[in-house]
């Protein structure tokens, strides 16, 4: 191993903790170098590396080695290079065997005699040779023998020989051709090295490379990933420096950007120990004046609001943390509503208080808004709160082809009760068919779905059988599948004239048909006398009736009145009338009493006398009358009679319609009837006619006038009637301003973005759809703007949401000050995202346009700490622009832009895309 002891790998790690940074990057390109040289087999280098890591390191090359008493490995003998033994001159003093060519005599030097083994020298020959030759390169030396012996020159070969003494050699073989002077024969000179020794240092210094090699490469191994380690363990301490460098950066950042105000105070004491800037903006000191003034802030706080901070302060060990909301009043005089926040901080070693940390927000602007929305709310609650139509929420029920089936209750005015009968605990949640059975076989669906599929509001007319009432109905689309229903009971106004009937024959029939009670009692109100129509009508016998009080069989409602209404017996005329319930044998019926004390002689009650008759029915037709006079205040009946060249004349004028117009009577009778309505349906006239003519009533929504010459919305009916045995009019009139004044309000809520006062993503998907239309019509272009801006969550997140609404209406302003033409429209797509039409523009107006929008908003200044495209807040925008052709869709347009968009995004954001 490289370090052998754990000395020596501490003193190796301290030696490259005190590195510097730059020679820890030498230490790393060193050992990369060193390292890339290993494993490509290169050597050279190595010793050169070696020594400049020695140098850096401080340390001796020797401690890199192995210990000696290591046992060696020595290389195999074919990776030994046996290539410098070329270079070695050729001398006779290796051992030479020279051969006379062709067949001349063989001399062998004396050194040759001795690499055998020999002391004195023999007959030399190949034989002789050739037994000293290993077996197995007999062979190849003979096959070179024969070579240099015919002349030829054989490349080197090695052999390995047995001494005469047996001990083995490795024997190198050189050949040559020597030519002598003249004609003489040439010499064949054959040299034979003893390269044992030099194998043996070879074997040896191939095997102190390969492990020197080896051993730097674990070194640098080691080396490199402790380098690699300490350049990690300083990055990780620059990179926490510049994290806490940020962090403090971006406290500083939002302290000094931030509307609200951070302090901090020692405890008890309240010392400032620290102020924001911001603190000073809400108060009106500078920061010197608040640090320096220890009281200066409790002295703005208002007379009538100290004792709210002083009970707070008080409460504060208590209860840890607080909030609160009190005024202040700045040096200027202006008083503000601020939100204070603050908390105790304990010390963690004694958990004693030691300060106060408090974050001060000024809420006035904030108090304003809540009031203003709080009004408008309450403006808009109060008119469909108090609205007298009827106004329900619903979702339409869709069967699998998409046709209507049923619809949902989803919402309800409180007038929705008065109505139809219906609380609104027994409607919301379910379906129509549970609440009204065999609506779901009605044309009212078909109304509902056609308005949901078309988008398009529809009037109408509509009986309910379950609730036996004829309403008018203006139903809109809200959303996907939702729609509204406005309606109004015009039931009054369908069953007047049966009402009127029916209601004459039921009294007329009372009269004939009734039978009078005829009754005594004592002064403890005890029957003394009862007549049969009496016990016929209570199904009691005379004897179960007699001695026994009358109040068990009154209703317990009307016990008390009826007792206190027979006390004005004790008083002259002594006479009373009084109306109760009373338990018959057909059920609760109204019974009318007419009583009569019968006095002594001192004038002292002694009996009573009562007469009663059963008034139900007339009570039933009393309160139908009461509710039909009611209705009449309220709706208009004018009777008209077609004169010859006078054409409609007024006959008769109700109460209900002095009411609605503001003429008398007296004003109208005799006049033409064309003086109530606008001059813009007279010609509908000879309309209503016809439908008379067919004995069909007319009606429909007009305009008509009242004497002020105002005018206002009316649902009219026309009907066949007969007034003094001639063919006459009866015109039937409801003021339905307030029913339009509701149904346009909930029609704008329905298209306008509530936050921005824009159009809402439903109504720019209609006029898109118009101005497609129009444009495919024209032939002309249209550019769709996508505007989206950068890092609004960020945004949210940071400023909070409230400043993210105000953020919204003021971007929703500048996007919509950019836009010059009448037909030009903007409209909120969906959170931060706005979409801008321009009919009949061109791509490069269009950029042009989204360009300067772009710019009014980051000139705006708006501050987006969190933003990654500015410090400002900024919005990025897509162009599209296209002609309408076959193939092209008003989806695929609006697709264009918004991958536009994601273009300028991708761009960096605060930027332009177009296509």
Not at 121 to 127: A, F, Y
Not at 559 to 572: D, F, N, S
Request: charged share 25%; with cysteine; hydrophobic share 35%.
């Amino acid at each position: 191993m490289l370090e052998k002891t754990f000395g020596e790998r501490v003193r190796l790690f301290r030696a490259l903790k005190n590195l510097t940074q730059g020679q820890l990057a030498d230490m790393l390109d060193i050992s990369r170098h060193h390292m890339g040289c290993l494993e490509r087999g290169e050597s050279g280098p190595s010793f050169g590396l070696i020594r400049k890591l020695c140098t850096l390191l401080q340390v001796h090359p020797a401690s890199l080695f192995l210990s000696s008493d290591q046992e060696p490995e020595y290389p195999e003998e074919s990776q030994v290079d046996t290539s410098p033994l070329q270079q070695i001159p050729f001398m006779s003093g290796h051992g030479t065997w020279n051969i006379s060519i062709p067949n001349g005599p063989e001399t062998w030097s004396r050194q040759l005699w001795q690499t055998l083994g020999y002391s004195t020298s023999r007959e030399p020959s190949l034989g002789l040779f050739l037994k000293h030759v290993h077996q197995e390169s007999r062979q190849a030396f003979e096959a070179f023998y024969r070579q240099l012996a015919s002349g030829s020159i054989p490349p080197p070969e090695s052999f390995w020989i047995t001494r005469r003494d047996a001990v083995q050699r490795k024997i190198q073989a050189r050949g040559d051709i020597i030519k002598g002077p003249g004609s003489s024969s040439p010499l064949a000179c054959l040299s034979l090295l003893d390269i044992t020794e030099w194998l043996e240092m070879q074997h040896h210094l191939m095997y102190n490379q390969n492990h020197l090699q080896n051993a730097v490469l674990q070194k640098t191994r080691a080396l490199s990933r402790a380098v690699e380690e300490t350049r990690q363990e300083l990055e990780l301490r620059k990179a926490a420096q510049e994290f806490a460098r940020e962090q403090q950066e971006k406290m500083e950042s939002i302290l000094n950007n931030m509307d609200d105000g951070v302090w901090s105070a020692s405890w008890p004491d309240m010392d400032i120990l620290f102020i924001s800037p911001s603190l000073s903006g809400i108060f009106g000191y500078s920061t010197a004046e608040l640090q320096k003034n220890n009281n200066l802030w409790f002295q703005a706080i208002h007379s009538e609001d100290r004792h709210i901070v002083e009970k707070s302060l008080l409460d504060l060990p208590r209860e840890k943390r607080k909030s609160l909301e009190y005024r202040i009043v700045r040096p200027d005089g202006e008083i503000r509503w601020i939100n204070d926040r603050h908390w105790l901080i304990l010390d963690p070693s004694t958990g004693t208080p030691v300060r106060v940390d408090g974050l001060t927000v000024d809420i006035t602007q904030r108090l304003q808004i809540r009031r203003q929305l709080a009004e408008s709310e309450e403006k808009f609650r109060s008119l469909t709160l108090n609205a007298p139509v009827g106004i329900a929420m619903h979702e339409i029920v869709l069967n699998p082809h998409g046709d209507p089936v049923d619809y949902i209750f989803l919402d309800v005015n409180p007038a929705f009760e008065t109505q139809t009968g219906l609380k609104p605990s027994e409607v919301l949640g379910r379906r129509a068919s549970q609440v009204l059975p065999g609506i779901e076989n009605t044309s009212i669906l078909s109304f509902f779905g056609q308005v949901v599929s078309s988008g398009d509001p529809m009037d109408f007319e509509f009986y309910s059988s379950p609730l036996q009432r004829f309403y008018m109905v203006h139903a809109y689309k809200i959303s996907h599948r939702r729609f509204a229903a406005v309606f109004i009971d015009i039931t009054s106004q369908k069953q007047m004239e049966q009402a009127l009937g029916e209601s004459e024959r039921r009294y007329r029939g009372l009269v004939e048909s009734q039978n009078d009670l005829i009754v005594r009692v004592d002064t403890d109100n005890r029957l003394t006398y009862v007549n049969d129509t009496y016990c016929r009508t209570f199904g009691r016998t005379r004897e179960e009736l007699m001695g026994k009080s009358f109040t068990p069989l009154v209703h317990q409602d009307d016990i008390q009145a009826t007792l206190q209404a027979m006390e004005g017996l004790k008083v002259p005329p002594h006479r009373i009338q009084v109306q109760q319930r009373a338990m018959t044998v057909d059920g609760w019926r109204w019974i009318f009493w007419e009583d009569n004390a019968v006095l002594d002689e001192h004038g002292h009650i002694v009996e009573i006398q009562g007469v009663g008759r059963d008034i139900t029915e007339l009570k039933s037709r009393q309160v139908l009358l009461q509710s039909i006079f009611q209705a009449s205040q309220d709706v208009s009946f004018v009777v008209t009679q077609n004169m010859p060249h006078s054409g409609d004349i007024i006959l008769e004028f109700s109460p209900g319609a002095e009411n609605l117009f503001g003429y008398s009577r007296e004003e109208v009778l005799g006049k033409p009837v064309a003086m109530l309505h606008d001059p813009a349906d007279i010609p509908r006239f000879p309309d209503i006619h016809r439908t008379l003519k067919e004995n069909q009533p007319w009606r429909d929504k007009v305009n008509l006038v009242r004497r002020d010459g105002s005018t206002f919305p009316s649902l009219f009916t026309v009907y066949p009637f007969e007034y003094d045995g001639k063919d006459s009019t009866l015109g039937v009139s409801i003021d339905i301003s307030e029913l339009e004044q509701a149904r346009k309000i909930l029609e704008k809520t329905a298209i306008t973005d509530h936050l921005t006062g824009l159009m809402n993503r439903s109504r720019f998907d209609q006029l898109m759809e118009e101005e497609w239309r129009r444009a495919k019509r024209g032939g002309h272009c249209l550019s769709i703007l996508m505007l989206d801006i950068d890092n609004f969550k960020q945004f949210n997140d940071f400023y909070g949401h409230i400043q993210g609404d105000r953020c919204l209406q003021r971007i929703a302003g500048i996007l919509s000050a950019c836009l010059m033409r009448a037909g030009d429209v903007l409209a909120r797509y969906g959170g931060e995202e706005f979409i801008a039409l321009l009919p009949d523009t061109p791509l490069q107006s269009a950029v042009v346009v989204a360009e300067k929008m772009r710019m009014s908003v980051e000139n705006l200044g708006m501050p987006n700490t969190g933003s990654q495209a500015g410090p400002f807040v900024s919005v990025s925008a897509g162009v599209a622009s296209s002609c309408p052709f076959p193939g092209m869709s008003r989806q695929g347009l609006i697709h264009q832009a918004d991958m536009m968009l994601y273009k300028a995004k991708s761009l960096g954001r605060n930027t332009v895309a177009w296509q």
